[in-house]
């Protein structure tokens, strides 16, 4: 291998003027370095800060918006608008039906109570069923014998922590008008049948009575009830007064016996007819009449209804007037409604269409 020196190739004077530039470049770039050095111990001897923004630019799509005079309205527009103006119509006018009924309702009640207060009459013997409106709550005598092979119920239901039955027992009337059924009462369920009762004269009397009742309308059965499967059954699940008296062979008239703890007892005594004159050579026959004994009223006896529950003796209804006045709350519901649907439907109608132009506008109004 020859060593060749580098001045032998490349001719000093060569070298020396392409290396001239590389020192002075050198020296630059130290001189750079301090400059940089001392402008960064200037900028840490000053205190520091912060750049700042001063253009905002907003977050608003300000994409051009397609916008017409007048909104589209669509079929469930109009089906909803239609709505919310016949909402407030039509419960204005049932809440003026329920005030007009609730006049109706307070004018019966008032003629009902008066009619109780009037003393008891007799029912007329051809007393029409159809005039049993204008008798509602009235008071009356029925005097006859009952029929208790005809006995039907209706039931069952609950009173004083017992079950039981409603018993209606078709009466024989005394003046010769129509046999009419007559509610008497609750009795328990292990006195349904007439030979488990005890206090016969007052549970099954077999002799004449005297019974007060109240007349009572027949209200139409509801559709939604449940029916009578056997024909031959005597016993309802829902009155249906109007099948009872066909059923029992009695005139549609609904009495309805009133609550009597007093005892009536009674007496038996032996009647001689009379014979003629000339049938001097016969006997008078006799027969044995069983009639209600004549007692002064501090003599009679009161039981209690805890006592007839357990002798089966049908416990009556009270003469008070049963009838359910909730129309006020009615009325308040409906004109509630009206005014509310009122309130909704002025909104709905007030409220402009909304438009997006003016709510960039306000939000660029108010961060820009």
Avoid at 94 to 104: A, D, E, N, V
Avoid at 170 to 196: K, Y
Avoid at 252 to 280: C, F, Q, R, S, Y
Wanted: hydrophobic fraction near 35%.
């Amino acid at each position: 291998m020859f060593r060749y020196s580098l001045t032998k190739i490349i001719p000093r004077s060569t070298l020396t003027s392409q290396l001239r530039p590389l020192a002075v470049r050198s020296s630059q770039l130290q001189l750079g370095l301090h400059q940089y050095q001392s402008v960064n111990l200037r900028l840490k001897s000053q205190p520091s800060f912060q750049s700042r923004r001063t253009v905002i630019t907003s977050n608003v799509d300000w994409k051009p918006i397609k916008t017409t005079d007048k909104e589209e309205w669509t079929l469930s527009k109009y089906i909803f608008l239609s709505l919310l103006i016949l909402m407030p119509v039509i419960s204005f006018m049932l809440g003026t039906w329920q005030l007009r009924r609730l006049k109706w309702k307070n004018n019966l009640i008032a003629s009902s109570e008066d009619r109780l207060t009037y003393d008891p009459i007799p029912l007329p013997k051809n007393f029409d069923p159809e005039d049993a409106e204008d008798w509602q709550y009235r008071r009356v005598i029925v005097k006859g014998k009952f029929d208790h092979s005809r006995e039907v119920f209706v039931g069952p239901k609950i009173k004083n922590e017992q079950k039981g039955y409603t018993l209606y027992t078709p009466l024989v009337r005394s003046d010769g008008g129509p046999d009419v059924l007559i509610e008497r009462g609750f009795v328990t369920d292990n006195h349904v049948i007439p030979g488990t009762r005890s206090l016969h004269h007052l549970s099954v009397p077999m002799h004449e009575v005297e019974v007060e009742c109240i007349i009572k309308m027949i209200n139409p059965k509801p559709r939604i009830t449940m029916q009578k499967t056997d024909p031959e059954s005597r016993l309802w699940h829902v009155l249906d007064y109007n099948e009872m008296a066909e059923f029992t062979g009695c005139i549609p008239l609904h009495l309805a016996a009133l609550v009597d703890l007093k005892d009536h007892p009674i007496e038996t005594v032996t009647v001689t007819e009379p014979k003629p004159w000339w049938k001097v050579w016969a006997s008078a026959k006799t027969h044995k009449e069983t009639h209600l004994k004549d007692i002064k009223p501090e003599e009679v006896q009161e039981f209690s209804q805890y006592q007839f529950m357990n002798a089966g003796v049908p416990i009556g209804r009270t003469a008070t007037i049963d009838f359910r006045n909730n129309h006020l709350q009615y009325i308040v519901t409906w004109y509630g409604l009206c005014f509310a649907s009122s309130i909704l439907l002025f909104i709905v109608l007030k409220k402009k269409p909304k438009d997006p132009m003016k709510d960039k506008l306000r939000h660029a109004h108010k961060f820009m």
